[in-house]
C-alpha cells in the first residue's frame, strides 16, 4: 500500500515537473520567435530596394536590356517577401498594387515595347506615392533619377524580356 502511495507520488511528480517545463519551453520558444520578427525588415528597409531597382529598371528597359528590366521587376516585388511575416495587413495593398496597379508595367516589359513601357511606368510613379500618402508617409515622394540608382550595372547589354531564369 505505502509503496504504492510511494510511486503515484513519484509519477504525479514527474508529470507536474514534465508540464512545467514543457510550458517553459513553449514559452522559451515564443519568446525567440517573437525576437526573429522583430529583426525581420517590414516595410522601410525593404522600400529602400523597391526605390532602387524601380530606377534600375527604366535605364534597362531604355538600354534595350529586357531581361535586366524584368530582373529589376521581379525582385522589386521579391524585395517586399519579410513584409509578408512583419507587416501582413500593409502587405496585402503592396501585393495588391504589385499584380494590378503595376501589371501594364510588366506587361510591356514582356512585350518589350519601349512607347508603352515608358508611358505606364510615368504613370505608376503617381500611384507609388499615393500608397504613401494613405499610410501617412505623404513626405516619401518618389521622383525618377538621371540616372539608375546601381551604376555598376551595363544597362545597355541588349537582352530579352523571357532570358530571366525561373
Ligand atoms: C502598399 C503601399 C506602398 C506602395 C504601393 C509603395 N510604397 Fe514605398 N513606402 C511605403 C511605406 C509605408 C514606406 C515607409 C516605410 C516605413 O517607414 O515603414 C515607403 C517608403 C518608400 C521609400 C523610402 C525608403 C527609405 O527608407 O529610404 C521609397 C524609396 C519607396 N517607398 C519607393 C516606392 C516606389 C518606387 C514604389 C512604387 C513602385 C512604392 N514605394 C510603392 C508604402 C508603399
Not at 514534465?18 to 520567435?33: F, I, N, P, R, S
Not at 535605364?59 to 512583419?86: C, D, E, H, R, V
Not at 518589350?112 to 501617412?136: L, P, R, T, W
Request: net charge positive; glycine share 6%.
Amino acid at each position: 500500500m505505502l509503496r504504492k502511495g510511494k510511486m503515484l507520488v513519484v509519477v504525479g511528480s514527474l508529470l507536474l515537473f514534465g508540464t512545467a517545463t514543457l510550458v517553459h519551453a513553449e514559452e522559451d520558444m515564443q519568446k525567440q520567435v517573437d525576437a526573429v520578427k522583430a529583426a525581420i525588415p517590414k516595410f522601410a528597409i525593404p522600400m529602400r530596394e523597391v526605390g532602387d531597382r524601380f530606377q534600375n529598371m527604366y535605364y534597362a528597359a531604355k538600354g534595350g536590356n529586357w531581361g535586366l528590366a524584368f530582373y529589376m521587376s521581379k525582385y522589386m516585388n521579391g524585395a517586399m517577401n519579410p513584409a509578408k511575416l512583419t507587416k501582413p495587413v500593409e502587405y496585402a495593398d503592396w501585393a495588391n498594387f504589385y499584380s494590378k496597379t503595376f501589371d501594364p508595367v510588366n506587361k510591356a516589359i514582356l512585350a518589350q515595347d519601349v512607347k508603352s513601357f515608358e508611358k505606364e511606368y510615368k504613370a505608376v510613379i503617381k500611384n507609388c506615392n499615393e500608397c504613401h500618402v494613405a499610410m501617412g508617409y505623404g513626405f516619401i515622394k518618389v521622383k525618377q533619377l538621371k540616372a539608375p540608382a546601381d551604376q555598376g550595372i551595363d544597362y545597355s547589354i541588349k537582352s530579352k524580356s523571357t532570358d530571366v531564369p525561373k
